[in-house]
């Protein structure tokens, strides 16, 4: 599983995304987001530029542990469906992480 460590930003948004797209043409199938405490609008774009590279390849990938900033991110600018995270996930995320 590839993880996304502590923090996705625009400051390592490129080093992620040539990590991510090293580790789908290995075969990766998972995307681990549970660490992820920063992040902004570059982490949806890294999210979907992974996910238009795994449709591709016509792999399967999933994006596990989205955190609520991530998913509300994702939801207010309409990828959320694209991505695989539920409508609503923001609140849904918010409410079961302890």
Known sequence: MLSLGTS???RNAAAVL???LSR???GEAQVDC???AQVDSAAV???LALRRAADARGQALAFVGVP???AALAEVYGVDGLLGIPAG???F??????
């Open 8 to 10: 996705l930003t625009n």
């Open 18 to 20: 040539r990590d991510g």
């Open 24 to 26: 789908l043409a290995q």
């Open 34 to 36: 549970a660490a992820l």
């Open 45 to 47: 774009a890294v999210l």
């Open 68 to 70: 609520r900033q991530l």
């Open 89 to 91: 996930a923001a609140g």
């Open 93 to 98: 995320y918010a409410s079961h992480r302890h």
